[in-house]
């Protein structure tokens, strides 16, 4: 399975009224913590490929973690690439796992998500700790990446954005100011 | 905290008429299945460090997995060693996020285990496929190694067992006929 994303900066307010004249159901709000951790054989920056822990609180005390691994791209303008993830009951028991294998904490990324569906089209507003307001707009690939990435450019367009202005650096690039790094 | 541990082979049914006259708690009996990783960067064997997933059934369906992390040996005689474990909700999952970070599946340990505890020590009779019988007597150290170490020698001891006959290969290394290797 492929993950096809376009990422771009924009104003939220905008964006929520275009959301509301398509009819968008709301999914919901989460605040994420993201912990990415450096490789003990390789330069995930040069190679593309993160590692993730990502903390999620939903409010109401239910937090959950899961460790996500990310490929390299395979397609460089919609940002797909393969991806693992799993559950795991314990973000910290998790880490130090990863830190036995020689892992470490590289940096942390810290947001709150607000999301959408539109069709089957999943679009998601983030305001990142330290960069402001952004717009994600993302669906799943089994095959037909080109498809997929057909829809995800409409719904863009839709919501009166420009899929010309995807932005390939991740938010943890954004943070450390690196603009070869382009994991989300 | 560290684990101190002593195995030997054993006649289970000897064992279990000790642990009777001794008053030992029965904790109850579970199948592990234990997937054991190579690194894409260094020789576990060598760097005496062990990567592991196991899947345990204690019946009745609620099956549960965890990941290990075993450093290297700190104590040689009774096999104390720094771990880390964390409780992950799918093994599978968990498998493809490791094969991503380029740890390879290398071999499989199944076994039937049956617990009782004695005091606080943790006495454990193995039946292991294609090994047969061992006992495992083990406790946890946060500070004084020693003397924990000798709980564990006391209670070998009053089981009719020989703390100098302790087997410090691990089954993972019985079974791929190693004896150099000394994880659990």
Redesign the interface.
Known sequence: MYEVEVKVRADHERVRERLEALGATHLGTVRQVDTYFD????DFAETD?A?RIRREDPGAGSATAR?????PLVDAVSKTR?E???????AE??T??L?????EPAATVRKERDRFEVGEVLVTLDEVEGLGEFVEVETEAAEDVEAERDRVFGVLEDLGLDPGEGIRTSYLGLLLGADRDDRQ
């Open positions: 490789a003990p054989d390789r490929e590692l460790v996500t691994y990310k490929g393969e693992a993830e799993a559950v795991v009951a314990d028991a998790t130090a796992v830190e036995g294998l020689g892992f």
